[in-house]
């Protein structure tokens, strides 16, 4: 522990995780994630908060889709504004879903080779119905079909402030 060092850890969840899809959805929380890093002008605001120090990270669980934000605590008041701002008023473009859509398809794969995921969503998809018992990632299938209304939709229905927990 250092000594006037001090670190904060953001994380802004938004119930609208996998449990939250329909069968032609699956994957769309996922998606979802990767596309909010996607902005207007060029990632300008993703590319300052981790020019300046902070990390930023992310990822998708059956209940919730989480961005977390780590830097000092004393620029935290400084980054948290810009943070926020990559997550409220998106414009989706079909050029960035086009290079997402292949990201998340490699991840897909990925999770394929690896022997604890795919334990995991084996469990889930024994012992629960649909909401729960699909993967994360979705399907190859589905992550091919999304375009950006599918985005849109999902976004206005399900990232809204109701549904947002910031901790």
Do not use: W
């Amino acid at each position: 522990q250092f000594e006037g060092m001090n670190s904060a850890v953001i994380n802004l969840y938004f119930l609208a995780g996998s449990v939250n899809e329909s069968e032609k959805e699956h994957g769309l929380a996922h998606m979802l994630e990767h596309m909010l890093f996607k902005e207007k002008e060029s990632g300008s605001l993703l590319r300052n908060l981790e020019m300046k120090g902070a990390t930023v990270n992310a990822y998708t669980y059956k209940e919730y889709v989480c961005f977390e934000m780590g830097c000092l605590g004393s620029k935290l008041e400084e980054f948290l504004p810009d943070f926020l701002k990559l997550f409220f008023n998106p414009e989706f473009h079909e050029k960035d879903l086009r290079i997402e859509k292949r990201v998340v398809i490699q991840e897909i794969k990925e999770d394929k080779d690896d022997h604890e995921t795919e334990g995991l969503e084996f469990l889930f998809k024994k012992n629960f119905k649909r909401p729960l018992g699909h993967p994360i990632g979705g399907a190859i299938k589905n992550v091919n079909s999304f375009s950006t209304k599918d985005l849109n939709r999902y976004y206005n229905k399900l990232f809204t402030a109701d549904r947002m927990i910031l901790s």
